[in-house]
Structures are given as structure tokens and as C-alpha cells.
T-cell receptor, first 114, second 116 residues
Framework: GQQVMQIPQYQHVQEGEDFTTYCNSS?????IQWYKQRPGGHPVFLIQ?????EVKKQKRLTFQFGEAKKNSSLHITATQTTDVGTYFC??????????????FGKGTKLSVIP | GAVVSQHPSWVICKSGTSVKIECRSL??????MFWYRQFPKQSLMLMAT?????????EQGVEKDKFLINHASLTLSTLTVTSAHPEDSSFYIC????????????FGPGTRLLVL
């Protein structure tokens, strides 16, 4: 089945530093989604990338989809304590009969030191 | 829009009992719903795909007789953990795929199950 590798597993940064998490697949993805899960909470949808080479921004967050649609990254500029949580990428693949299925990466847990 | 609810939000039960978790799409119809399980410090693992009016499709390694799924309407899917044991303690999360233009899943808030 579809596998998605995500690195790093953990990242500790000083507040104000940048943060990046990477997602890789051995196969071409139809699209990729990113989620944030706060400690004790549930995953919250951040964004979906569909096009090859696509770059989308949400304030201090920048999402990229590789040209080959096999990798993606999430970059946070000047982290804040509110950015703490685990960031997951998820490959969205068509599973037939009009249905899509998500395969999640293992996630990157971000800690921000004030 | 696109709100998914889960009930209960957390449950503690004795070993051997059964627990039912409900997943509802509040403002849209969902032909397909998904059930995930997340153990502490791990990622979400898909357990099964629930299709309205038909049998659920279970992922490899997930016992269908232990995790009973019923998707009786376009807005409700239930997951019943039968004869729960401590190793079933986990965070169970559902998501719903809108019947119309369904490509993005909407996640419920999750149910924390603790089996004593």
C-alpha cells in the first residue's frame, strides 16, 4: 500500500527560529494534505496541495509540493509557542468507487522553547 | 460547514465490555466514513472504511469481528469495540467524506478509550 515517510520525528527550536518538516513518497501522489494536531487534540486540516510544484502560504506557514509530486514540505517562519504540536502529512489516493483514502506520515512533533 | 461530531469524547470501561462510538456528519451527507486509531506518540492508522448501506472494508490486521462498524445512514457511522481489553485503549478518530465533491475528509474530535 501507499507509504509516506516523514522527517524529522522530533524538532526542538528556540522561539523565533524557523522549522521545516519533510514528506516523501516512492510513488507519485495525486495530492497531499497537511494536518496539525495539538497535544491532546485531534488532527486539524491545514491545506491540500494538488499541482506539481505548487507553493501555498498561510501567514508564517509555507507549503510546497515537489515537481514530481513525490515530496512535500511545510516550513514555519519565526516559530511561536502557539505552533507547538505534531504536524502530519497525508497522501490522498483514489481508492475506487468515488472514494479517497488518506495515508498519514508518522508526523513531526514540534517543541518551541520560549 | 463540514462539521463532524463524535460521541462519547472519552470513555472508561472494564475489560470484557463493549463500547460503541458514534460518528456523525452534522451538515453534510457522507457516503463514506473512515475510522482511525492513534496510539500515544504515534500517527493515525486507518482501521476501516465505512460505506453507507454496505459492509465496511477493514485494513490488514484489523479484526472485523472485534471492531464492528455500522453505517446505517448518510450521516452516521458507529464503531463498536467488542469485548474490549486494555490493549484496545487508544484514541479513535473518525472522518467523513462528503458525498458530493468528496475528496477532502473532515475529522471528528476523537474518542479516548481507556479499558481497565
Amino acid at each position: 500500500g501507499q507509504q509516506v515517510m516523514q522527517i524529522p520525528q522530533y524538532q526542538h527550536v528556540q522561539e523565533g527560529e524557523d522549522f521545516t518538516t519533510y514528506c516523501n513518497s516512492s510513488t507519485t501522489l495525486s495530492n497531499i494534505q497537511w494536518y496539525k494536531q495539538r497535544p491532546g487534540g485531534h488532527p486539524v486540516f491545514l491545506i491540500q496541495l494538488v499541482k506539481s510544484g505548487e507553493v501555498k502560504k498561510q501567514k508564517r506557514l509555507t507549503f510546497q509540493f515537489g515537481e514530481a509530486k513525490k515530496n512535500s514540505s511545510l516550513h514555519i517562519t519565526a516559530t511561536q509557542t502557539t505552533d507547538v504540536g505534531t504536524y502530519f502529512c497525508a497522501a490522498n489516493t483514489y481508492s475506487g468507487a468515488g472514494s479517497y483514502q488518506l495515508t498519514f506520515g508518522k508526523g513531526t512533533k514540534l517543541s518551541v522553547i520560549p | 460547514g463540514a462539521v463532524v461530531s463524535q460521541h462519547p469524547s472519552w470513555v472508561i470501561c472494564k475489560s470484557g465490555t463493549s463500547v460503541k462510538i458514534e460518528c456523525r456528519s452534522l451538515d453534510f451527507q457522507a457516503t463514506t466514513m473512515f475510522w482511525y486509531r492513534q496510539f500515544p506518540k504515534q500517527s493515525l492508522m486507518l482501521m476501516a472504511t465505512s460505506n453507507e448501506g454496505s459492509k465496511a472494508t477493514y485494513e490488514q490486521g484489523v479484526e472485523k469481528d472485534k471492531f464492528l462498524i455500522n453505517h446505517a445512514s448518510l450521516t452516521l457511522s458507529t464503531l463498536t469495540v467488542t469485548s474490549a481489553h486494555p490493549e484496545d485503549s487508544s484514541f479513535y478518530i473518525c472522518s467523513a467524506l462528503p458525498s458530493l465533491h468528496g475528496e477532502t475528509q473532515y475529522f471528528g474530535p476523537g474518542t479516548r478509550l481507556l479499558v481497565l
